[in-house]
């Protein structure tokens, strides 16, 4: 499946966006959706999922209370919701997915979307 991220900006703290990630070329339907997140320097973060079975939504420890994922079978979108964003929020934001149940662990999805850049300023 072919993934394309979009939505980040610079924004202040405080303020919220909200990503998309358009999906093509698959069965949509079928995929579990994760987002994960790189600011410069640091590793890859996990940051949320959608499981594609039955929608149970999950979150990294550090966005729980001000991220939302949710999705859009019928145009083939998953969001996430980011409110009350903090500067330590900056980077870039990947949408993946895989054919099976969410995993945290970024070496386990087959195919990425090419990021979109969150910077939140102070």
């Known amino acids: 499946v072919q993934l394309q991220a979009s939505g980040g900006g610079l924004v202040q703290a405080g303020d919220s966006l909200r990503l998309s990630c358009a999906a093509s070329?698959?069965?949509?339907?079928?995929?579990?959706i994760a987002w994960f997140r790189q600011a410069p320097g640091k590793v890859r973060e996990w940051v949320s999922c959608i499981s594609a079975r039955d929608g149970t939504t999950y979150y990294g420890d550090s966005v729980k209370g001000r991220f939302a994922i949710s999705r859009d079978k019928v145009k083939n979108m998953v969001y996430l919701q980011i409110d009350n964003l903090k500067p330590e929020d900056t980077g870039v934001y990947y949408c993946?997915?895989?054919?099976?149940?969410?995993?945290?662990?970024?070496?386990?999805?087959?195919?990425w979307g090419q990021g979109t850049l969150v910077t939140v300023s102070s």
């Open positions: 070329g698959g069965t949509f339907s079928r995929q579990t």
């Open positions: 993946a997915a895989r054919q099976r149940v969410c995993n945290s662990d970024w070496l386990q999805y087959s195919d």
